[in-house]
């Protein structure tokens, strides 16, 4: 009788929830979508894109716009709109928006070069790309793309990769090793896997179209939804369970990668294939989210994956231009060390820690790109940043894990050692779960004196069609492996190329161990070392400034993706005059994080609702309606 009634009342709840999702539609066009009455212009209220003009090559000339440094007078040369705290893509995008709407933006970027992990570095006569070893697809006309386009006067280009996007390598210099292409294109990869796996057609079939229903459009929107309505509004939203019921993004986002595909198919190297991708967001599969791999599969092997021409830098180089076409001013060595408020409301920023240099930049608004954890932990002090929603999540989501970065110069084209545009995985192991426990489980010493469980191997030589011109007969490669900051924290707060021979030694044992088994496999490459570097996450900490080194600042984990955690995690943060960015209101990924920057502008322009349909109304001008369900955002 009792489950009977609390059945009823359940079913009753649901009825009301409906009834006040289709109240709320009606007054969505009358109470949202009215002109914005703010002062400021909208960013899309023209086509700002120009010619395509030629690749600017000399280094003196970029680093002109890339490194101009702080100094009291640059920051105190005018009245600042607003103040965003780094140079990430998401800072930038915010930045732009603000820009092209009229603010005047002051950026400080704390390293000596700006772009966040958009950024590279010449060594030796080598360029290293740090983070933007490839981006999902730029190629079509998206939203995303649109947006970008917006942001840079349209001058970024991207060269696409070929059909076989990814390869694989699994049980690696072992008897048993063997490899898998991944295939690009719309259902290329699952008709590719049903060809490979005839016997487990139906299991393939029932994944692919979990990924399909966790994807499609209202998945996405609903994810950014609960981003950009009022939190009073979502928590109501959530009271009914509407997100659930109404979005199957949030539905198929409580179930793991790993569960799903342990239900769907039972081959061993199958199992591998479907679930290898989450390594990507530096979880295990038994933790990552149906519906992040969703986008993840979407963006990146649906419609394949590409490389901006010139490197990851243009993005920042390309972008700084608009924000300062408006006034605005993007310096770099500035280490804004505290965010100012008074009363509650923040009005400023502070560089510098020491008493005689510090200078104080004053503005109403601040938005913070560099993480939540340094802003709300380490910027402000504790009974301001206790009065923003996303304050609990500091104690319920932690750091991502760190990466060690090996950076190869290399003689020779990558033709000739026989290096592709190809993202390479290469595992000791076909079995993830193991692998990553194996992994978690080993100290230090176990990873120097034995092979490295996994890694990643990527060539921006071979995948930057400028790349002959402006590098020739030389190549670089990138190799990623996760590991512990722990492993390295003994060095901490030691100014970098200054921690020690220990930590040089270490360091120079993790190289050789790589190296060891990165020629194994390649053996064109051992004669033609001519450059290498390690970075540990003591590396990132210092220049891209994440907590404890890790990759993407919060962890990308199965519950993060919920409704609840991600209404907090919002632009808004509950301060006043106080904004957020980046990748931790979004996701990892070039692509989140840019659209981290138009959820913030959105808000900060009071175009809460209005700016996507302004947005869309400029993509549909200039390329017509969207094709098909997966031509909207990514």
Known sequence: MLFDTLGKLLEGRIQIGIILAVF???????????????KWKSPFAEDSRTPLTPLVTDHAKRDETMKRAFTKKLANEKKWDAIVIGSGIGGLSTAALLSKAGLKVLVLEKH????????????NGYEFDVGIHYVGNFIRPTLTRTLLEQISDGQIKFAKFDTNVE???????????REYTITSGPD???????????????GIKEYFRLLKRAYNPPGPMAWFAVKLLPLWFVNVLQFFRLPRLLSDFYTLGERSVYGTVESCVKNKDLKFLLSYPSNGFLVPPNRVSLSMMALLHVHCCEYG?????????????????VIERSGGRVLMKANVSQILTERGKVIGVRVGNKERSMVDVYAPIVISDAGMHNTLLGLLPENAAKKSPAWPLMKIIGPTYGNLNIFVGLRGTPEELGLTAQNVWIYRTSDLEKLIAENINKTCEQMISNPIPSFFLSSSAAKDPSWKSRYPDRTTISILSSVYYSWFSNWSGRPTKKRGDDYDALKKSIEQNIMDQVTTLYPKLKDAIDYVSVGTPLTAEHYLSTREGGLYNMEHDLTRFGPEQSALLRPESGIEGLYFTGQDVTSCGFAACLFSGFLCGSIILKKRYRLVWELFNLHRKLYGLPKGRNDLFF
């Open 188 to 202: 290329a990869f699952e008709n590719q896997l049903i060809e490979q796996f005839p016997d487990e057609a139906q």
């Open 305 to 321: 994956s590409c490389y901006p021409i010139g490197g990851a830098s243009e993005m920042p180089f390309r972008i700084i231009p």
């Open 24 to 38: 709320f539609a009606y007054c969505f066009k009358k109470i949202f979508f009215k002109n914005g009455t703010g």
């Open 112 to 123: 000596y070069k700006c772009g966040g992990a958009c950024h590279t570095f010449r060594e």
């Open 167 to 177: 390869r694989l390598i699994m049980d690696a210099m072992s008897p048993s090793q």
